[in-house]
């Protein structure tokens, strides 16, 4: 939960509802009724959005294809989850979500598995891509701007180069 959710929550038992509060409530509740419409016509193009990225991925770093067992599956599971709390961030309106429940986590992962840097922004810029273009404009900008947060947060000087 945001913070200032929090915040509100805890204010409220010990007084009752302002008028800021309301309007505070009011706003969070309109951004994650906007969430829900994100969140289905993500449902509609992940499919679409994440085997074309892994695809383009390979196809641009064939040598990485055969790093690991079944590394192409591993890859489309991956992705689908950092897209799926991305999401999550955005039903929830709380952009720190991701980066709290999994970004952080997952950046270790990825270190281990010694891709490399270039792989990995990779990875995420052609999934960020493909989500403006197969996404209507606020949907998809949303979606964008979260890839990005992953993206800053896998940043990183990992083992491989």
Known sequence: MRQDMQDLSHALQTRGFGNEDIVALRRHTAAVRKGASTARELRDMEHTII???????????????????????????????????????????????????????????LNAFEFGKEFIEDAYRIAQTR?????????????????????????????AK
Not at 63 to 70: L, N, P, R, T, V
Not at 99 to 108: A, S
Not at 135 to 143: F, L, N, P, Q
């Open 51 to 109: 085997f074309a990225s892994v695809a383009e991925l390979y196809k641009k770093h064939p040598d990485k294809k055969g790093a690991w067992f079944q590394t192409e599956v591993k890859t489309l599971r991956d992705m689908k989850l950092v897209m799926r709390y991305a999401l999550y961030s955005i039903i929830l309106n709380d952009p720190e979500y991701a980066k709290q429940k999994m970004y952080w986590w997952f950046r270790t992962i």
């Open 131 to 159: 989500t403006i273009k197969h996404m209507s404009k606020d949907e998809g900008e949303a979606v964008s701007q979260m890839i990005d947060e992953a993206i800053t947060t896998f940043n990183f000087e990992p083992v």
